[in-house]
């Protein structure tokens, strides 16, 4: 069983939304993670967010996102809003040492 399993990307006009889920077959209390590879680019952290529900978020989406998680269902969201091309990224989760293989996000008109 793929310890983590990344849904929900596709492609979205600017100013549109989109729901990322991911699913863990591996689950703890420890801090839960989005980031994004851009091609050409590093990865860079989106979002992470503790057991207890405490978000933090990377600048470039600060008031756009929102990371959630239910651990009865191990499962963690990240709700994006206000999307820009430069949002256009592959998505992935990380969570004790695990990768997901990503879900690709294209912000275009």
């Known amino acids: 069983q793929v310890p983590v399993v990344e849904s929900g990307g596709g492609l979205v006009q600017p100013g549109g939304s989109l729901r990322l889920s991911c699913r863990f077959s591996?689950?703890?209390?420890?801090?839960m993670s989005w980031y994004r590879q851009a091609p050409g680019k590093e990865r860079e952290l989106v979002a992470s967010i503790t057991d207890d529900g405490a978000p933090t978020y990377g600048d470039s989406v600060k008031g756009r996102f929102t990371v959630s998680r239910d651990n009865v269902k191990n499962m963690m969201y990240l709700q994006m809003s206000s999307l820009q091309p430069d949002d256009t990224a592959t998505y992935l989760c990380?969570?004790?040492?695990?990768w997901g293989q990503g879900t690709q996000v294209t912000v275009s008109s």
């Open positions: 591996v689950f703890s209390n420890r801090v």
């Open positions: 990380y969570h004790m040492g695990y």
